[in-house]
């Protein structure tokens, strides 16, 4: 019998490991354990040194830089693809940014320069690549992005990123909506806090992490390899008739006012 989760013979491209604790890494782990085969990205030469090791312990088929705020890095990265599989099944935007003193300080104080970069990096990006993917999933394929419940609520110290993940939701819709006649599908799923270096950026993400364990219904901290579990369910053919959705996997946080 073949396994529901069965990723065999499908194309992966993910986008955002930034070291072996990173939620794309969890991701990864699980596209590897279901079968698929894979490509990431590092951000720069800097960064490879902490995506190697992930890549080559899951036997990711090949790495290419991307950093979408460089013009034509994008680009280059799906021709790439097109040129070493000829197409693409899945892929996963798990990339944010925010300028550190627009990120800390109130929502209304922030500068336009850093709304618009922090739009462009964690949101507008995962258009672009809804974009450049469209025409290498000949037959279907499914885009995912991360998002947070900071989207729906007033998370303390989440600021600017609340903001902006509620676009990326949106956008994620639309995506759906759009891609939906041609067996596209688009998601977005949204964990509860997680220790990642990312994470690391937000004002006080210690007591976030902290209150999140003890006042979510589970009482247990997520893990990258719960959201890897959800990641890959969503790629496979077994959720071939879902789509458009935001999906928390927070241990129930998100039932909490």
């Known amino acids: 019998m073949t396994p529901l989760v069965d990723l065999r013979g499908k194309r992966g491209l993910v986008i955002g490991i930034a070291n072996d604790k990173s939620i794309a890494a969890g991701c990864a782990e699980a596209f590897a354990a279901c079968g698929a085969r894979l490509a990431a990205t590092y951000l720069n030469e800097k960064a490879r040194d902490w995506v190697t090791p992930v890549a080559e312990r899951l036997k990711v088929e090949w790495m290419a830089p991307c950093d979408v705020r460089v013009p034509g890095e994008l680009e280059a990265l799906f021709t790439e693809v097109e040129r070493r599989w000829g197409g693409l099944d899945f892929l996963l935007h798990s990339i944010a940014f925010a300028p550190r003193e627009d990120l800390h300080g ?8 850093g709304f ?3 739009m462009d990096v964690s949101c507008h990006s995962f258009l672009r690549m809804a974009k450049l993917a469209e025409p290498l999933m000949t037959h279907g394929g499914c885009l995912l992005c991360v998002t ?5 609520r007033v998370v303390a110290h989440y600021n600017l990123m609340g903001p902006v993940k509620a676009a990326l939701e949106s956008a994620t819709r639309y995506v759906a909506s759009e891609l939906g006649p041609k067996g596209i599908r688009a998601h977005a799923i949204s964990p509860g806090p997680i220790a990642t270096r990312a994470a690391s950026g937000i004002d006080r993400f210690d007591d976030l992490l902290a209150r999140a364990a003890a006042e979510a219904p589970g009482h247990r901290p997520v893990e990258i390899e719960d959201v890897g579990a959800l990641a890959a369910f969503l790629v496979s053919d077994a959720a071939r008739r879902i789509t458009g959705t935001v999906i928390p996997v927070d241990n129930g946080q998100h039932l909490l006012a």
């Open 148 to 152: 947070f419940y900071g989207s729906e």
């Open 116 to 118: 618009g970069m922090a």
């Open 106 to 113: 109130r929502v209304v104080d922030c500068s336009a320069e």
